[in-house]
Every structure is written in structure tokens, then in C-alpha cells.
């Protein structure tokens, strides 16, 4: 079976990218890296449909038919990623309503093992530099973040 | 009989859309919501009579020719599953019912509850009828979708942070099951079952390799099998207490019921059985030193969803009849027990307000209906002869050993572990929640508290300084602020002081609880003849020449 260049190209960068956004921490980049990523996969499922065609409407031409079952596929998954990702904007549109940033937050675990670090209630690798405003910071640093 | 088919997937949509139109009548929308849920019971226990007695029933949708349209099957296995599936999604309906399901902030009942909840049990019932791939898909995507809104009903800012990571990770999951299928399109042409069945056989090792390690891994994240099991526990405990009962109870057991089918029908022979037993093993153990490690009931609970599906995947990694008859007689146990602890959860934040066993002291005396409701199915859940989960525990049990493989025994032993530090877990909780005096708990809490650091203004530590580099503080706000948020600050002496309780526990509420632990303790004393449908269940599904002439009946391979 011979497959289209262009289609697998695509479909590879458009993941590529997707893998990339779906690795950073706002919610508005994950949604970005997921309308690609659906994009991508849907492109990979007309590759799996096989070489083109004309269209699949009996009677009206002569040769080859594409396969219209994996187009039809296709368009229930667009359906539904649409519906996700109008779901997926109105929770990030939530998020920064509530915290004023869409930034995914740690879980419950996270937040505890990482509060427990900062008091010194479990591991010495924090340490608080108390009521000191940026004082015995390095200067640059302090500026830095 | 065909007709009874569809109907457990067509009525709740219909209700779903008649509770809609409904919304400002919260009443009659009860009524719709339970009348529907009722008569698809109905129907689903005819399913199950008829399918026992005269073999798989399949409807084809749409009147196409038969390999082309949507084919519903119902075979013993999936009918089974359906019928354990509404009785639970009716408790859950009536508790909720009971406990008038309202957004934190307000008082206002919440209009959308019922058709998303209808639209849940329409998914999960075409996941398990499902004749083909990409139904399944699209099943998946109705229950995930209702998941999606149930777990952030209301907007809080702890359902909206679990909710992000929850609804990322099943869109990740929906996406890697659609390359799934776009493979198995590739390779073999078709996405029907039964047609797979047969053609699947006739491709290269290796490619049919790839194809069920894809959808392997797409069912291990719906039905968090270890390690794909992470985003489980964080996202269920920050529902509200009837969804996330309905959610331990029905969504993960639809990804074991898609690892079950799929691993009979289309890879019969796998050679992965070995990394299937070495999944469940992981899950096992590790969800269950998560459980001994959590402080408030509810995660803990998540934890041992988490352990407990170890058990199901045990039976299926055995791949015999007896491994599979021990699967399926354990995820309907499941299936009502995990479910009815959710529910009794639900009834100790309502009439306690938290499930936290630091603020928790006292409620043998304080509700003595309670303890009963806890205790019977925690005991039930770690496996105490005679009930129900020590009879699928056996069963699985047994299946191992007779295998006799070194895998096999230490699952075994495993198992026999896991069933020991459920009961560790679930004896702990009950101590401190139930058999201290809400005094010890206050004094306790006080001392814990004494090292909680206070919230302080963001505004002199700007940075916080670690070995050298330095952070802003704005995380370990954060990280401050996502505890806060999870737990209360008062326990329940302070609440049983300031007299802030409800007097009493709703009747609805304590009905559908003790209906559904009912339910459960029967599972206990029908153990005989359900063990010999599981049985025969099993027996279907490693031997489906019936099941894919029964679907392709004009011999269309």
C-alpha cells in the first residue's frame, strides 16, 4: 500500500508540535497542543484510509472510490473534539477567573510534599529566607524571578 | 427480543432530553430520572434472562447491509455488566436525590445534574453493547463528556483544578485511542468485533502486536491500571459524593470491561499476558500503600479503587476460564461495594462536614446508623468471610494457583497482602473516625494544626530561597493555598459546639445507601448461581466462534 508523503509529514509535525504544548504548564497552550494533536490524529486516520479517490458516490464517474468510512470517522471525531475544546476554554476561562492565572496547578500530593519541604517539617533541602525582604538574596537573582 | 437491545442506550438520551427541557421543575425531573433509570433496570434484567437462555442478542443499526452499520450486542458478559451498572446509577440517582444536589456556593439546585447524569448512564451502557471499535470510541467520548461536567459541577476551585488535569488526561487517552483505531483500520479494514476476531489472526506477529499494546494502553488509563493510574486519586475525591460514587463504581470498571472483550476477541493468544500480570501486581500493591498513606477517607478510598482494579486485571492476565470467571464475578462485587462506600462517605461529610479522619472523632455514638452502614461494606471491600469480595477473592485465588506459574503464586500472594492492608487501611479509619470521642480528635487536630503554618500576605517574602537558587514565593502560596482549599479548618468538636450540623440524616439519603449495601450482601448469598453465569460468561468469551456468528450471521468475515 502506497501512503501520501504530505499527509504523514503533516500529521508528524502537527503531533510533534502538539507533544511540545502539551508539556507546558498553562491550560491555554495544553488546549493549543490538543486542537493539534486531534488535527494530527485525524490526518493519520485518512492516511490509514488509504490512496485517494474520486468521490464515493455510485454512479458518478468511473474509477477508483476513496474509502468514505474513515472520512465519516473522521468527522464524528472533529464533532467531538470540538465539543472538548469549547470545554476545555470555558475551564482555563474559569481557572483565571478564580486564580488569575490558567497555570494547571499541582495536585494535592504535590502541594503537601512541597509545603511540607518549605516548613522544614520534613527535609532540611528548603530554607526560608524569613522577613527578609530580598535582603541576603544575590542581588540578580532576587531581581530575576 | 432484538428490540430490548438499544433501548438501555435510547431511553436515558430521551430523558436526558426531556429532564432538560424540565430544568425549572426539579420535581418532575426527579421523577423523569427515576422512571427511566427503572425501566431500563427493566430491560436490562430481561437482557440478562434472555441472553442466559438463548445466546447473544444483536441489533443492527440503521438497516444497512450487515458488515457496513452499527451493530449492539449483548452477550452475557456485557448484559451482566449493564444490569449491575443501572441498579448502582439508580442509588446514586436516589441519594442525590435525597441530598438535592446544589453548587458549593449557593442553594440553587443544580439544573443540569440530571440529564448529565442521564447522558453518563447512556454512555456507559453503549460502552458495554457496543459490537464495534469505533462505538466504543464514541461511547467512551458520551461518558467522558458527562464525566467532564459532573466532576466540575458548581466551578470551585478545587473541582476546576482536579477537573483540568482529569479532562487533559482523557482527551490525551481519546486522542491515542483514535491512532488506535486509525492502525487497526490500516491493517485490517474494519473496526467491527467480530470481524476483527477473525482478521486480526491473519496479520504478521508484530503488527498485531503493536495494535494491542496501543489499545492496551488506551483502556489501562480509563480503567487506571499502574502507572497510567496517576491522575485517578486526585480528580475523584474533590466530586461531589454521588458522582464520585458513580464514577468509582461504573467508569473504570467500562475500561476493564474494554481490556476483558478486547483481549478475548481479538487477541486471543496474546503473548503480552505476562506484562498484563505484572500491570495488575504493580497496581495492586502500589495503589494500596497509597491507601495506608492518606489521611482522609475518600482519598483513600480512590487508593483502593486503584488496588482493587489490580484484582480484575489479575483474572484477565490469567486468561483462563477460571481467571476470567474470578474477573468477572470481582468487577460486579466492585462495582456496588466501591460505590456504596462512596455513598456512606457521602452520608459522613453531609451529617459530619469532612471525611477527614483528623477532624473526625466519635460518630459510633454520634450516628450510630452510620457505623453499621460503614462497617459492613469495608469489611466486605477487604474481603472478611463470608461475603462477596472473600468469594472473588477466592475465585481469583484459586484460578492462580491452578495455573502454578512463579508470576501466578506471587500475584497470589499479592493479593492475599493487598486483601491484609485493605483491611489495615479501612480498620484505621474506622477506629479513628468512629470509636474516638470528638474531644481526642479536637486535641489531636489542635497539636497537628499547631505546625500548620499561617497563611501570611505574599508581601515582605517575595522569594523563597533554596540551595542557593531562589523561587517566588507565589508557589509555595499556591502550594498552601491547594491544601487550604481541599480541607476545612473546623473539626467536628468545633462544629458540634457552634452546633452547626444537621440534625439528621436524610431518609432518601440512608435509603439508597443501605439499598445498595443491600444489594451487595445479596451478591453474598446469590454467590452459587452468579459464579455459574460468570462462568458461563467466561466460557463465551474464550471460546467466541457463538459470538461472531451470532453478530455476522450472513457469514461476512
Redesign the interface.
Known amino acids: ?1 502506497s501512503s501520501n508523503a504530505t499527509l504523514i509529514l503533516t500529521a508528524a509535525v502537527a503531533i510533534g508540535c502538539a507533544v511540545y504544548l ?1 508539556l507546558e504548564r498553562s ?1 491555554a497552550r ?1 488546549l493549543i497542543g ?1 486542537v493539534l ?2 488535527n494530527g ?2 490526518i ?2 485518512l ?4 490512496p485517494a479517490g474520486r468521490a464515493p458516490i455510485l454512479g458518478a464517474g468511473t474509477g477508483r472510490m476513496s474509502d468514505p ?2 472520512q465519516a ?1 473522521v468527522l ?2 472533529i464533532v ?1 473534539g470540538l ?2 475544546t469549547a ?2 476554554l470555558a ?2 476561562y ?2 483565571w477567573q ?2 488569575g492565572h490558567d497555570d ?9 510534599i ?2 511540607l519541604a ?2 522544614d ?1 520534613a527535609s532540611d ?10 535582603g ?3 542581588e540578580e ?2 531581581r ?2 | 427480543m432484538t428490540a430490548l437491545v438499544p433501548l438501555p442506550v435510547v431511553l436515558p438520551l430521551f430523558g436526558a432530553g426531556v429532564t432538560l427541557v424540565l430544568a425549572r421543575r426539579p420535581r418532575v425531573q426527579h421523577v423523569v430520572s427515576t422512571l427511566v433509570l427503572v425501566a431500563v433496570l427493566v430491560v436490562a434484567a430481561t437482557l440478562v434472562v434472555q441472553v442466559d437462555r438463548s445466546g447473544p442478542e444483536v441489533l443492527w443499526i440503521g438497516g444497512w447491509p450487515e458488515p457496513l452499520g452499527i451493530a449492539l450486542v449483548a452477550d452475557r458478559l456485557s448484559a451482566l455488566l449493564l444490569l449491575v451498572s443501572v441498579v448502582v446509577s439508580l442509588a446514586v440517582l436516589v441519594f442525590s436525590i435525597g441530598q438535592g444536589m446544589t453548587g458549593d456556593d449557593s442553594d440553587a439546585p443544580l439544573t443540569t445534574y440530571h440529564p448529565t447524569f442521564l447522558v453518563l448512564v447512556a454512555g456507559v451502557a453503549n460502552a458495554f453493547l457496543a459490537g464495534d471499535l ?1 462505538n466504543l470510541f ?1 461511547s467512551f ?1 458520551i461518558l467522558l ?1 458527562a464525566s ?2 459532573l466532576l ?1 459541577l458548581g ?1 470551585t ?1 478545587s473541582r ?6 482529569y ?2 488526561v482523557n ?2 487517552s ?2 491515542l485511542f ?2 488506535g ?3 487497526v ?2 491493517a485490517t479494514g474494519s ?1 467491527n468485533l467480530a470481524q476483527l476476531s477473525g482478521r486480526l489472526a491473519q496479520l504478521p506477529g508484530s503488527v498485531a502486536l503493536l495494535l494491542q499494546l496501543l489499545l492496551l494502553t488506551v483502556f489501562a488509563i480509563k480503567a487506571a491500571v499502574f502507572p497510567l493510574s496517576f491522575w485517578l486519586p ?1 480528580s475523584y475525591p474533590t466530586a461531589p459524593a454521588p458522582v464520585a460514587a458513580v464514577f468509582a463504581g461504573l467508569l473504570t470498571k467500562v475500561g476493564v470491561y474494554a481490556i476483558i472483550r478486547t483481549q478475548t476477541l481479538l487477541f486471543p493468544d496474546s503473548p503480552l499476558s505476562g506484562l498484563v500480570l505484572w500491570a495488575a501486581l504493580l497496581t495492586m500493591v502500589v495503589g494500596i500503600l497509597g491507601a495506608v498513606a492518606q489521611s482522609d477517607i475518600k ?1 483513600l478510598l480512590s487508593f483502593t479503587l486503584v488496588s482493587h482494579i489490580g484484582y480484575m486485571v489479575f483474572g484477565i492476565g490469567l486468561a483462563t476460564v477460571a481467571g476470567y470467571t474470578g474477573a468477572i464475578f470481582y468487577v460486579v462485587h466492585h462495582i456496588t461495594i466501591q460505590t456504596a462506600l462512596f455513598l456512606v462517605l457521602g452520608l459522613v461529610e453531609h451529617r459530619a462536614g469532612s471525611t477527614s479522619v483528623i477532624r473526625l472523632g466519635g460518630l459510633a455514638r454520634l450516628v450510630p446508623v452510620l457505623g453499621v452502614l460503614f462497617f459492613v461494606p469495608a469489611m466486605n471491600l477487604a474481603g472478611i468471610p463470608p461475603m462477596s469480595g472473600f468469594l472473588g477473592k477466592v475465585g481469583l485465588i484459586e484460578a492462580g494457583l491452578r495455573v502454578g506459574s512463579p508470576l501466578a503464586i506471587v500475584l497470589v500472594v499479592a493479593s492475599v497482602a493487598t486483601s491484609l492492608l485493605t483491611l489495615y487501611a479501612l480498620a484505621k479509619a474506622w477506629n479513628l473516625a468512629f470509636w474516638r470521642t470528638p474531644a481526642e480528635a479536637h486535641e489531636t487536630a489542635r497539636e497537628l494544626s499547631v ?1 500548620q ?1 499561617q497563611l501570611q500576605p505574599a508581601g ?8 542557593g ?4 514565593s507565589r ?2 502560596e ?3 493555598r ?2 487550604s482549599d ?1 480541607e476545612s479548618d473546623v473539626d467536628l468538636q468545633q462544629l458540634i459546639e457552634m452546633d452547626a450540623l444537621p440534625r439528621r440524616l436524610p431518609a432518601t439519603m440512608v435509603g439508597a445507601t443501605a439499598g445498595l449495601i443491600g444489594v451487595s450482601l445479596a451478591l453474598t448469598v446469590l454467590a452459587g448461581p452468579l459464579f455459574g453465569y460468570a462462568h458461563r460468561a467466561a466460557v463465551d468469551l474464550l471460546d467466541h466462534r457463538q459470538y461472531v456468528t451470532a453478530v455476522l450471521r450472513g457469514g461476512s468475515r
Do not use: C, K, W
Not at chain 1, 492516511?47 to 488509504?50: C, M
Not at chain 1, 494547571?104 to 503537601?112: H, L, R
Open positions: 500500500m502539551l491550560l495544553v490538543l494533536l486531534g490524529v485525524n493519520l486516520f492516511v490509514a484510509s488509504g468510512l474513515p470517522l464524528t471525531a467531538i465539543g472538548t470545554f476545555l475551564m482555563a474559569r481557572s478564580l486564580t494547571v496547578q499541582d495536585d494535592v500530593e504535590d502541594a503537601a512541597r509545603r518549605a516548613e517539617e533541602s528548603f530554607d526560608l529566607a524569613h522577613d527578609v525582604p530580598g541576603d538574596l544575590p537573582e532576587g530575576a524571578t | 469505533f464514541v467520548e463528556f467532564y461536567v466540575t466551578g476551585r476546576i483544578r482536579a477537573g483540568s488535569i479532562v487533559v482527551m490525551l481519546s486522542s483514535l491512532v483505531l486509525a492502525a483500520y490500516a473496526l486526585d482519598r505546625h503554618p515582605p517574602r517575595d522569594h523563597v530561597q533554596v540551595r537558587s531562589v523561587l517566588p508557589d509555595l499556591e502550594a498552601r491547594v491544601i481541599e
